[in-house]
């Protein structure tokens, strides 16, 4: 059960400066999210396919997408993937235009991060946006090598000098571990690969519930940062974006409180919402609901408005019982007469919760075993293929928390065990059939 509601700069470290994203006037500054334009796309085709370039720290090479290290290189090599050191990378077939933007970090190469930065000119509220790219894995470093991943995270901010791109500053930025991509092979003889095959690839793509004001700044970051072992050689492609105006697809309303602020923050276990109504007018009640994917929203909680008041009032609830990974929360105003408004989202990002499952061995011949943690819900487990097709769906119940699942039939590749609970929530887990 969820708890009853209460009323109630820059661094230097160990010789390591993280620095904030440089925009020199000689380089493109941002890609501007237009009204009457709601698409970007990038196939990264413009990278040096040939020979090797330079893409100077905090500049861009193409408009709106940035780079920075944390070891003063300027380089953008070419490669099919044989390359053995550390480096930023345009990936691709030899001799083929048709590339991919990605790195090896290394401990003389340093990590790597690279950003795409756009703006809001469309003269409204921006609260939703579609991303789409394709991972790609370029070579496999060794066989004792793990499964390690290019981690995706986005901000927002007024100013755009104030994002810091930097592999080792995380503080500012959103994490969405859904759209991280995972090395498809690991703990496999090393080597280049052709990062364009299906079996190297893995496609993501998520819908993102944001609110970014008209003139702010949105900024996507993938970061590599430097694994125990040798690193993969990973990358992305085929990059998509899509936005959706405020005053375009959804009416706005004014609530008929003046709510000073909303917030959700970690707290331990929990997370903490609080918010503050500078004054109410026949407000009857609030409900709390959350969502981990900002779409499906489900009510945990309610308070007892003021009625009417120009008294500021606060109030305060703890979701006790969070969702791993990242979670949205709204508040659903409801009046005296039954009408409603909604607030504006706000979100929180989480490791994965007590409640968490496994899944066992992560590479696998014959049988995959699933260990449930006590208290969860899932009611069902899926295994997709990489396509998001089904393959396999398997009953699960409140009583059991050990399953052995057949995989005999599947064919070798990566597949994702889905767990999926009665409010429709998720957990998404990686294996491989060998």
Same mark, same amino acid.
């Given at each position: 059960?969820?708890?009853?509601?209460?009323?109630?700069?820059?661094?230097?470290?160990?010789?390591?400066?993280?620095?904030?994203?440089?925009?020199?006037?000689?380089?493109?500054?941002?890609?501007?999210?237009?009204?009457?334009?709601?698409?970007?796309?990038?196939?990264?085709?413009?990278?040096?396919?040939?020979?090797?370039?330079?893409?100077?720290?905090?500049?861009?090479?193409?408009?709106?997408?940035?780079?920075?290290?944390?070891?003063?290189?300027?380089?953008?090599?070419?490669?099919?993937?044989?390359?053995?050191?550390?480096?930023?990378?345009?990936?691709?077939?030899?001799?083929?235009?048709?590339?991919?933007?990605?790195?090896?970090?290394?401990?003389?190469?340093?990590?790597?991060?690279?950003?795409?930065?756009?703006?809001?000119?469309?003269?409204?509220?921006?609260?939703?946006?579609?991303?789409?790219?394709?991972?790609?894995?370029?070579?496999?470093?060794?066989?004792?090598?793990? !499964?390690?991943?290019?981690?995706?995270?986005?901000?927002?901010?007024?100013?755009?000098?104030?994002?810091?791109?930097?592999?080792?500053?995380?503080?500012?930025?959103?994490?969405?571990?859904?759209?991280?991509?995972?090395?498809?092979?690991?703990?496999?003889?090393?080597?280049?690969?052709?990062?364009?095959?299906?079996?190297?690839?893995?496609?993501?793509?998520?819908?993102?519930?944001?609110?970014?004001?008209?003139?702010?700044?949105?900024?996507?970051?993938?970061?590599?940062?430097?694994?125990?072992?040798?690193?993969?050689?990973?990358?992305?492609?085929?990059?998509?974006?899509?936005?959706?105006?405020?005053?375009?697809?959804?009416?706005?309303?004014?609530?008929?409180?003046?709510?000073?602020?909303?917030?959700?923050?970690?707290?331990?276990?929990?997370?903490?919402?609080?918010?503050?109504?500078?004054?109410?007018?026949?407000?009857?009640?609030?409900?709390?609901?959350?969502?981990?994917?900002?779409?499906?929203? !489900?009510?945990?909680?309610?308070?007892?408005?003021?009625?009417?008041?120009?008294?500021?009032?606060?109030?305060?609830?703890?979701?006790?019982?969070?969702?791993?990974?990242?979670?949205?929360?709204?508040?659903?105003?409801?009046?005296?007469?039954?009408?409603?408004?909604?607030?504006?989202?706000?979100?929180?990002?989480?490791? !994965?919760?007590?409640?968490?499952?496994?899944?066992?061995?992560?590479?696998?011949?014959?049988?995959?075993?699933?260990?449930?943690?006590?208290?969860?819900?899932?009611?069902?487990?899926?295994?997709?293929?990489?396509?998001?097709?089904?393959?396999?769906?398997?009953?699960?119940?409140?009583?059991?928390?050990?399953?052995?699942?057949?995989?005999?039939?599947?064919?070798?590749?990566?597949?994702?065990?889905?767990?999926?609970?009665?409010?429709?929530?998720?957990?998404?887990?990686?294996?491989?059939?060998?």
């Amino acid at each position: 059960m969820n708890k009853l509601f209460t009323r109630v700069s820059h661094a230097c470290v160990a010789m390591f400066c993280i620095i904030p994203v440089l925009f020199p006037k000689t380089s493109a500054a941002q890609i501007s999210m237009k009204r009457d334009t709601t698409t970007y796309t990038q196939n990264f085709d413009v990278l040096p396919a040939v020979k090797d370039s330079i893409w100077e720290n905090g500049t861009s090479y193409m408009d709106g997408w940035f780079v920075q290290r944390t070891k003063q290189k300027n380089t953008i090599v070419v490669s099919p993937g044989n390359n053995i050191g550390g480096n930023l990378y345009s990936f691709g077939s030899t001799g083929s235009a048709d590339r991919a933007l990605g790195s090896q970090s290394s401990l003389l190469a340093g990590e790597f991060a690279w950003g795409l930065l756009l703006q809001n000119n469309t003269g409204s509220t921006i609260y939703s946006i579609d991303i789409s790219f394709t991972g790609e894995q370029w070579r496999i470093s060794e066989v004792t090598a793990g !499964e390690h991943k290019v981690a995706f995270s986005y901000a927002i901010n007024s100013d755009k000098a104030a994002f810091m791109l930097s592999p080792k500053a995380d503080d500012s930025w959103i994490a969405y571990p859904e759209l991280n991509f995972k090395a498809p092979h690991f703990y496999t003889t090393g080597g280049g690969r052709n990062g364009n095959l299906p079996e190297n690839r893995t496609h993501l793509s998520a819908v993102l519930a944001v609110d970014i004001p008209d003139g702010h700044y949105l900024m996507l970051r993938w970061k590599d940062a430097d694994e125990p072992d040798t690193d993969h050689g990973l990358a992305i492609d085929d990059f998509s974006l899509t936005w959706r105006m405020e005053d375009l697809e959804r009416p706005v309303v004014v609530l008929p409180i003046e709510l000073a602020h909303f917030t959700a923050q970690n707290k331990g276990t929990s997370v903490a919402l609080e918010w503050l109504t500078a004054s109410e007018e026949q407000n009857a009640y609030f409900l709390v609901e959350r969502s981990g994917n900002g779409q499906t929203f !489900e009510t945990i909680g309610k308070a007892d408005g003021q009625g009417t008041t120009v008294l500021a009032t606060n109030y305060a609830y703890t979701d006790d019982r969070p969702l791993a990974g990242t979670s949205y929360y709204r508040l659903k105003q409801v009046d005296e007469d039954g009408s409603y408004t909604y607030s504006a989202l706000v979100g929180v990002t989480r490791g !994965e919760s007590a409640f968490a499952s496994t899944v066992y061995p992560t590479v696998a011949t014959d049988y995959l075993q699933l260990a449930l943690a006590s208290g969860n819900s899932f009611r069902f487990a899926y295994v997709l293929d990489m396509t998001g097709r089904q393959l396999l769906q398997t009953p699960l119940s409140e009583n059991t928390l050990q399953y052995t699942l057949d995989i005999r039939g599947l064919h070798t590749g990566t597949y994702v065990l889905v767990l999926l609970d009665e409010q429709g929530q998720r957990q998404k887990l990686r294996f491989l059939k060998r």
